[in-house]
């Protein structure tokens, strides 16, 4: 199984979970359609699934001409029937969903929206969090509350230290001055700063993200209360 990134909009990552032995592919929040039909046609590959991790325009912008051109299911949370479009199965959180190669488990991550879930791919040791964890960083609270998405994320650093971040957004350099300016002595923090300068000078996403770097770095997994986690939240709001 391959992960591909699929750069969309200004500055949304959609992604490609490729089964490369059937040419077949799950797209994770497409947020428009013409960059995946691009990839998709060049090598070949047949569209089946559509995996939505929150109803917000700039992750299912795509669906609707997806869904037509390739005939693909479109998954989402149950809660979010009504405002993802094209829906076609609902999923729960804790639930088990699998489609031929295709395995993942849903984790509820509520704050950043009320059904915000995260997909994550177990045996490719892969989690898609949307707007929820970023690299260095977590979603703006738009209809949870502060207490919600503390223990979404919460919900995610529990996953293996090995994990795969793979999130909706290349925000991790912004991210990254906030971190800095909280967290001044982080050795850890300084070299994933160098290195992420390095990718981005070279026009890299800094995507992939791991668990563990970001327990090591990013300042809003490193609070382990919700009246620190508040505190950066409104902090980083203002920043
Ligand atoms: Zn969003
Ligand atoms: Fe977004």
Not at 199 to 221: A, G, H, Q, V
Request: net charge positive; hydrophobic share 35%; with cysteine.
């Amino acid at each position: 199984m391959k992960i591909q990134i699929i750069p969309c909009l200004h500055d949304n990552y959609s992604y490609l979970v490729i089964d490369e032995k059937n040419n077949i592919a799950c797209a994770i929040d497409p947020s428009e359609a013409k960059p995946i039909i691009k990839y998709l046609e060049k090598k070949n590959i047949n569209l089946k699934y559509i995996l939505n991790t929150h109803h917000h325009y700039d992750h299912v912008g795509g669906n609707q001409e997806l869904k037509k051109k390739y005939n693909a299911r479109v998954i989402g949370y149950k809660g979010d029937k009504h405002r993802i479009p094209e829906i076609d199965t609902l999923v729960d959180d804790q639930e088990i969903w699998k489609q031929e190669s295709f395995e993942a488990k849903i984790i509820h991550i509520p704050g950043h929206t009320l059904g915000h879930i995260c997909f994550y791919f177990f045996n490719e040791e892969a989690a898609f969090t949307g707007d929820t964890l970023f690299s260095l960083g977590c979603g703006k609270i738009f209809e949870g509350s502060y207490e919600q998405m503390f223990n979404s994320l919460m919900k995610i650093k529990a996953l293996p230290l090995k994990t795969k971040i793979y999130c909706g957004h290349e925000y991790t350099k912004q991210n990254a001055k906030f971190c800095i300016t909280h967290d001044k002595n982080n050795e850890n923090l300084k070299n994933k700063i160098k290195i992420i300068d390095k990718k981005l000078e070279n026009n890299l996403p800094t995507i992939p993200s791991t668990i563990r770097e970001e327990l090591d770095c990013n300042i809003f997994l490193r609070s382990n209360k919700v009246e620190t986690f508040s505190k950066l939240r409104d902090l980083k709001d203002n920043f």
